[in-house]
């Protein structure tokens, strides 16, 4: 997912928004989560999201689960959500 991190105004204050969201995702829903692109830029950050389960649907629905959590406790920044399950 693309974050949009308007309010940033340096590196420092945009990994404080980083770190909270994968904090609270791996302790909520015991994800894998990890900055993957554009990790120089300030208001912008490409993050990906990672589960395993035993069949597709649950896997859907645990990234459903995340990306509502992200907009109900994050409603401040703009996100770009792509999903590809295998």
Known sequence: MQIHIHDAGSLKEKRMVIR???????S?????????????????????V??????KNQVES????????????FPELHIDVSKEIF
């Open 20 to 26: 909270s969201i994968k904090e609270k995702l791996r």
């Open 28 to 48: 909520k829903f015991n994800v894998s989560v990890s900055e993957v692109d554009n990790q120089d830029l300030w208001q912008l950050a490409t993050v990906a």
């Open 50 to 55: 990672v589960t395993v389960a035993p069949d």
């Open 62 to 73: 645990i990234l459903q689960n995340v990306v509502n959590f992200i907009y109900s406790n």
